[in-house]
């Protein structure tokens, strides 16, 4: 069982968190910068911590280099996504 999701991803932010739905993504902004894979690390690293999965469980399926992404979360049912990040709009 697993889920994707669709992010807007700030990299270079203040600080790392989870802003909310907009515009059919959720976006995050993260504090690394968006060099060598460490933007998309922090990613997965708030996503899973959000989940209560491991950072293994998380991973970008699409847009490694864009704003854009698509993650896979591994482990998790539909109702613990909604529960954790709420309605999709």
């Not at 739905?21 to 998309?40: H, M």
């Not at 998380?58 to 954790?84: C, Y």
Request: aromatic content about 4%; proline content about 4%.
């Amino acid at each position: 069982m697993s889920v994707r999701m669709t992010l807007h991803v700030t990299p270079k932010s203040g600080r790392d968190e989870i802003v909310g739905w907009r515009g059919g993504e959720l976006f995050v902004r993260v504090t690394a910068p968006p060099e060598d894979g460490k933007a998309n690390a922090a990613v997965c690293k708030l996503v899973a911590k959000r989940l209560g999965v491991p950072k293994s469980a998380v991973r970008v399926v699409r847009g490694d280099t864009s704003r854009h992404k698509m993650l896979e979360i591994d482990g998790i049912a539909e109702e613990e996504f909604v529960e954790a990040f709420g309605e999709q709009r």
